[in-house]
């Protein structure tokens, strides 16, 4: 499989704060990557590199073949990104949020109209097309942005602590969406701080103070650390066992 992204001795450093260490990854096209790590681990920062939000202080990396020094507008114009807080303006609509947005990637009028049809029957919220995204509950909001951030079909998306602060139905339901979106062949890097998650990733990385101090399948990584499942791999990686 082709790497559509690649970093090598990646490093971003905030004074003599290191807050990326010289990381090294790739991921395949049509992956769901899991990038994870407890708060204040870096994958936050990683993430901001990547999406050309940030740049390094040295190392390098590619995303969809551009260089996220050099070309980080061409990066921006090509991915999807969520934030892990909510991303979307609560005192517009939801149809006004999707219009703008389908502006700003740049969408004809003509196919933000259709695109936004087809999202409001998707997601079922069709008759709340109207109503202030404000007012929604948490799990919608959520679900809206990540389906707002696949508007413009990009190659890769980049969700950071997409289900923070959701209920397990909800979690459960974005997760679906991310195997849609997977098996029409997008390219998905999650970051979330609930390791049960890894579970559901192709692959993952578990970032510790700056470093990915691990790189593997949830399965061979268990068997690696001798764990029963991922959140155990993360408490032996934390305390250094």
Not at 105 to 123: D, N, P, Q, R
Not at 133 to 157: N, T, Y
Not at 209 to 214: F, M, T
């Amino acid at each position: 499989m082709t790497n559509i992204i690649s970093t090598h001795q990646l490093t971003r450093t905030f004074g003599k704060f290191i807050a990326v260490n010289a990381i090294t990854f790739e991921v395949r096209e049509g992956e769901i990557f899991g990038f994870l790590g407890a708060n204040g681990a870096g994958k936050t920062t990683a993430l901001k590199i990547l999406t050309g939000l940030l740049s390094p202080s040295s190392g390098s990396a590619t995303v969809a073949g551009f260089d996220v020094k050099k070309q980080p507008e061409q990066i921006k114009r090509r991915i999807g990104y969520m934030s892990q807080k909510f991303s979307l303006y609560e005192d517009l609509t939801v149809r006004e949020n999707i219009r703008l947005y389908g502006g700003i990637y740049g969408l004809k009028m003509s196919e933000i109209k259709s695109k936004t049809a087809i999202l409001l029957e998707k997601l079922q919220i069709t008759e709340e097309a109207d109503k202030l995204v404000g007012s929604l509950p948490l799990g919608w909001k959520q679900k809206l942005a990540f389906s707002v951030a696949l508007l413009h079909e990009p190659k890769i998306v980049f969700l950071d602590e997409p289900t923070s602060g959701v209920d397990p139905l909800t979690r459960r339901q974005f997760w679906e969406l991310i195997y849609e979106a997977a098996a029409n062949g997008v390219t998905l890097m999650v970051t979330t701080h609930y390791m049960d998650e890894a579970e559901y990733c192709d692959r993952v990385s578990i970032m510790v103070s700056g470093k990915i101090e691990a790189l593997d399948t949830p399965r061979a990584m268990k068997a690696s650390f001798g764990a029963e499942d991922m959140d155990e791999v993360f408490r032996k990686l934390a305390r250094g066992v």
